[in-house]
């Protein structure tokens, strides 16, 4: 009878240990898992009206130049850096959830590793979503607050991830591309 119960019950812990970590990083086939690069970074949804700034010069010699530039788009995401800095950052994405993204030193962007966990869920409208919580420096458990990513064009070379922001009182959309590496 011992012999049974433990038999029994080494079933049991093998069935929970399983359960347990079988969370699903696959998307059409398309396992998630591994190591990427944000190989570009747009954002769609903004008045170019106010994204735009003229300035007009003249010099001494009264020969003037009007000058078109883009203005930075100063908007912080994930409440780190701007969307540009998010352009080479290297994510590591393993199986258990608990993975990272560096920020590139490029300029004025935070360099630096930071320590997330991630996982793709499924919304009520069946659409996948990638959850980020950032936990530098707290227990993954104590997190509440976290960032739902619509998940589009999954291939085994990588996927696009899209976010809305608030740009001037306009809601634009973020797409960050990640490459695998």
Same mark, same amino acid.
């Given at each position: 009878? @011992?012999?049974? %119960?433990?038999?029994?019950? =080494? *079933? %049991?812990?093998?069935? +929970?240990?399983?359960?347990?970590?079988?969370?699903?990083?696959? !998307?059409?086939?398309?396992?998630?898992?591994?190591?990427?690069?944000?190989?570009? #970074? $747009?954002?769609?949804?903004?008045?170019? =009206?106010?994204?735009?700034? /003229?300035?007009?010069?003249?010099?001494?010699?009264n020969t003037s130049a009007t000058?078109?530039? /883009? #203005? @930075?788009?100063?908007?912080?995401?994930?409440?780190?850096?701007?969307?540009?800095? %998010?352009? &080479?950052?290297?994510?590591?994405?393993?199986?258990?959830?608990? &993975?990272?993204?560096?920020?590139?030193?490029? &300029?004025?962007?935070?360099?630096?590793? $930071?320590? !997330? !966990?991630?996982?793709?869920?499924?919304?009520?409208?069946?659409? /996948?979503?990638?959850?980020?919580k950032i936990i530098d420096g707290q227990k993954a458990k104590?997190?509440?607050? &976290?960032?739902?990513?619509? !998940?589009?064009?999954?291939?085994?070379?990588? +996927?696009?991830? #899209?976010?809305? *922001?608030?740009?001037?009182?306009?809601?634009?959309? #973020?797409?960050?591309? %990640?490459?695998?590496?």
């Amino acid at each position: 009878m @011992k012999k049974h %119960f433990g038999i029994l019950l =080494a *079933v %049991f812990a093998l069935l +929970f240990i399983t359960s347990c970590s079988t969370t699903s990083h696959t !998307i059409d086939k398309v396992n998630m898992n591994g190591s990427y690069t944000v190989s570009d #970074v $747009r954002v769609e949804g903004v008045n170019t =009206a106010s994204s735009t700034h /003229k300035e007009t010069f003249n010099d001494a010699g009264n020969t003037s130049a009007t000058i078109l530039t /883009k #203005v @930075k788009l100063e908007t912080t995401v994930f409440d780190d850096v701007t969307p540009n800095c %998010f352009i &080479g950052s290297q994510w590591v994405l393993p199986h258990n959830g608990y &993975g990272t993204y560096t920020i590139q030193d490029n &300029g004025d962007c935070y360099a630096g590793k $930071r320590n !997330i !966990i991630w996982s793709v869920r499924t919304d009520q409208g069946g659409q /996948k979503k990638f959850q980020l919580k950032i936990i530098d420096g707290q227990k993954a458990k104590t997190v509440t607050q &976290g960032y739902l990513l619509d !998940i589009t064009d999954v291939t085994a070379q990588g +996927f696009t991830l #899209v976010s809305p *922001v608030e740009v001037d009182g306009q809601t634009a959309y #973020v797409y960050y591309e %990640f490459t695998r590496n």
